[in-house]
């Protein structure tokens, strides 16, 4: 089975880390978002990928051919970025539509059983009940638990069902056509060509569609959405059996993730921080925070914070003679 990654995105909402790095990248409970992906598909039997790429697409090439050299991957670039559905028509020539394929966005971690996915027979989307739908695609279903109409976040949301990035597609041939009528014909909504206008095409020639529910979603696009699935991440990982560090000096609170080659001393780490590879930390307090790979941090606390790749932060040392009822703020 062949898989859709779209990582074109710019994840503005990701600033200043996106300018330099792709969110797809952008690390979190110890590895990257990509890596969750790729990783929850391959155990379920899926190595045969094609990955959309357009902003810092060179950085997403190198980094799945560095990482899982025996993946059968392909790249195509989406250079205008006019929505999703564009996207994934831009594959067509990649894809055999005599059989199914998964699509997976390329900036979100699901928990559910992939085992289900892949194993689904029909047209199935992963699908969440959220607080506010109106900043999502939508799904509305009929009582045969089937989903007879998907909107691309409306105004007046009639449901709160969001789609979830994830989309087990059966019918194949029957998406790239609707996928060439919609192109074909400019047929747009908010001035893009969206996936969910060529999946309602398809509802309503007679191809059914069932919701896959999710146990929880993680849209790693906003930093305290970050920090949180970071969290949640490490401690899932702690609950599997934490690793044990040792650095000299240095106290850990788990859950902690830290990377190979790492130079730590003096420190209180934890909890709730992912380190990078090769990061040195000396005399530092680092606690609900992700550390990128190769960074520097020398005498400083850091609290929900996102530290990117090869930064070096340094703070500030202090000699003090402090006499009795004295009060100072050096914050």
């Known amino acids: 089975m062949k898989a859709i990654i779209p990582v074109a995105g710019a994840g503005t909402r990701l600033r200043p880390h996106t300018y330099t790095q792709p969110k797809a990248l952008i690390p979190v409970g110890g590895k990257t978002i990509l890596s969750f992906i790729i990783d929850d598909l391959i155990q379920v039997g899926v190595n045969d990928f094609v990955f959309v790429i357009g902003y810092l697409g060179d950085k997403i090439k190198e980094y799945v051919q560095k990482h899982y050299p025996n993946l059968k991957a392909e790249f195509v670039e989406q250079k205008d970025r006019e929505g999703l559905g564009q996207a994934i028509w831009l594959t067509k020539d990649l894809i055999d539509q ?23 027979n029909e047209n199935c989307l992963g699908v969440k009940k959220v607080d506010d ?4 695609g ?4 009929n009582d045969k638990n089937e989903i007879i109409k998907v909107l691309e976040k409306p105004n007046i949301p009639k449901t709160n069902l969001a789609l979830v990035g994830l989309y087990k597609i059966g019918n194949t041939k029957a998406l790239m056509e609707a996928l ?9 909504t908010m001035d893009e060509f969206h996936l969910t206008d060529a999946l309602q095409r398809m509802i309503d020639n007679g191809v059914i569609f069932k919701p896959t529910k999710v146990n929880n979603w993680f849209d790693c696009g906003k930093k305290d959405v970050l920090l949180e699935t970071n969290s949640l991440l490490l401690k899932r990982m702690e609950d599997k059996g934490s690793v044990v560090y040792h650095f000299q000096n240095t106290i850990i609170i788990p859950p902690v993730a830290i990377g190979k080659d790492c130079n730590i001393f003096g420190s209180i780490i934890g909890p709730n921080v992912a380190i990078g590879e090769g990061s040195i930390v000396h005399h530092s307090i680092v606690k609900n925070s992700i550390i990128g790979d190769f960074a520097k941090l ?11 790749s090869d930064a070096m932060i340094k703070g500030m040392s202090q000699s003090l003679n402090i006499g009795d009822n004295t009060e100072i703020d050096l914050s």
Request: with cysteine; charged share 25%.
């Open 98 to 120: 005599t059989k199914p394929l998964i699509i997976v966005l390329g900036d979100t971690i699901l928990d559910l059983d992939w085992k289900d996915v892949v194993n689904c």
């Open 133 to 136: 739908p109106r900043g999502f």
């Open 138 to 141: 939508l799904a509305e279903l």
């Open 180 to 188: 060439d009528y919609n192109i074909a014909n400019n047929i747009r």
């Open 298 to 308: 020398e005498q400083v606390v850091l609290h929900e914070s996102v530290v990117g």
